[in-house]
């Protein structure tokens, strides 16, 4: 018998293609409904001004979404991979063999590979 390619996953390209798409637009939305001046709550430029900080600060969380999804979205290296050897996810760059026991003291990571 033939042996089998391994399993390997990876983050999604549309929906971070979408959640990098979605912050920008966010962003760009809230920057020209305030510079449009048509807006009575728009925060004045100025870090004595509550509402600035607070659009600012959620202005970076939304551009620090945007570099998740980029560099989601680009790197195309598996998160995990299952083959004949076990499971192996990435870490920090570093893959890693993960071992897991049930309660009854069954290795489950046997019984996975099993099959392979």
Do not use: C, K
């Not at 990876?10 to 962003?27: D, E, K, P, T, W």
């Amino acid at each position: 018998m033939a042996a089998r390619q391994a399993l390997e996953a990876r983050f999604g390209l549309i929906h971070n293609a979408g959640m990098a798409a979605v912050s920008l637009l966010m962003i760009g939305t809230a920057i020209v409904h305030f510079a449009s001046g048509d807006s009575a709550n728009a925060p004045t430029l100025s870090l004595n001004d509550p509402r600035f900080v607070l659009f600012s600060v959620l202005a970076v969380a939304m551009a620090y979404y945007v570099y998740i999804g980029i560099s989601r979205y680009l790197d195309r290296t598996p998160q995990i991979v299952i083959d004949h050897d076990g499971i192996a996810g990435a870490v920090v760059g570093q893959p890693q063999i993960v071992v897991v026991e049930g309660g009854d003291g069954l290795d489950l990571q046997h019984d996975v590979m099993a099959g392979w």
